[in-house]
């Protein structure tokens, strides 16, 4: 099982809506996928009960569960605040990391200091997983974005993409859907926005 961690110390970073899209989006391939939800809050387990029926599965995994001689994708959504024993479970497993980062002082600053930590990681140090950035709700005319700019320029990971802040995630979220699943010509800017994203996971 191929795992995708969505992880950022910072409440409301986008992890949950990074984490049910990309999922939406395995499913929307045709691919095996499951969405692992370690946050209390059970955000991205409540979108998947919203899911209808005749859009292509996403299956739940929690920990009753063996991964073993499951083919497929795992996507894994992670609480605020993640530390410790949890965050060392869910980066053994991981194959692939993507940090999502909103353009703000103390999302900037949390950041730091999580990929300080991270990097320490045995997994990371081998560099046997890959970690990527996603810049959050960024809208590219604004100072904010800037300084977003000048945190990561001499980061040496690589920045995938920036997500502009729209209502396409949320009115999708409300219907259990990803924006994989409404009309692409309702999403464009979205999905071109996502195609790095793609290029990088299955890469
Ligand atoms: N690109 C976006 N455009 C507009 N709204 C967004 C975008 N990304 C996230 N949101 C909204 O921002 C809020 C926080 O996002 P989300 O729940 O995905 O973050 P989170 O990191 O999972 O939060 P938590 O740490 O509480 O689990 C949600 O209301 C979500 O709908
Ligand atoms: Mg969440």
């Known amino acids: 099982m191929k795992t995708v961690l969505i992880a950022n110390?910072?409440?409301?970073?986008?992890?949950?809506?990074?984490?049910t899209n990309l999922a939406g989006y395995f499913a929307s391939q045709?691919?095996?996928?499951?969405?692992?939800?370690?946050?209390?809050?059970?955000?991205?387990?409540h979108w998947l009960s919203l899911r209808p029926d005749w859009l292509p599965p996403i299956q739940r995994l929690d920990a009753r569960n063996k991964t073993e001689g499951k083919d497929g994708w795992l996507v894994l959504d992670?609480?605020?605040?993640?530390?410790?024993?949890?965050?060392?479970?869910?980066?053994?497993?991981?194959?692939?990391?993507?940090?999502?980062?909103?353009?703000?002082?103390?999302?900037?600053?949390?950041?730091?200091?999580?990929?300080e930590e991270?990097?320490?990681?045995?997994?990371?140090?081998?560099?046997?997983?890959?970690?990527?950035?996603i810049g959050m709700r960024v809208d590219a005319r604004t100072k904010a974005?800037?300084?977003?700019?000048?945190?990561?320029?001499?980061?040496?990971?690589?920045?995938?993409?920036?997500?502009?802040?729209?209502?396409?995630?949320?009115?999708?979220?409300?219907e259990g859907k990803s924006i994989f699943d409404v009309a692409p010509s309702s999403v464009e800017r979205d999905l071109e926005q996502w195609q790095p994203i793609i290029d990088w996971v299955e890469r």
């Open 145 to 174: 974005a800037e300084r977003l700019d000048e945190f990561l320029e001499p980061i040496d990971l690589p920045v995938l993409t920036h997500l502009r802040e729209t209502m396409n995630y949320v009115n999708a979220a409300f």
């Open 30 to 45: 045709g691919e095996d996928v499951w969405l692992w939800d370690l946050d209390k809050q059970k955000s991205a387990l």
């Open 78 to 115: 992670t609480p605020a605040g993640i530390a410790g024993e949890p965050l060392d479970e869910a980066l053994k497993r991981a194959h692939k990391i993507i940090v999502p980062l909103v353009p703000s002082p103390y999302d900037i600053e949390a950041t730091r200091r999580f990929l």
């Open 118 to 133: 991270i990097l320490k990681h045995k997994a990371l140090k081998k560099g046997a997983v890959d970690l990527a950035i």
């Open 9 to 19: 110390p910072k409440g409301g970073a986008g992890k949950t809506t990074l984490s």
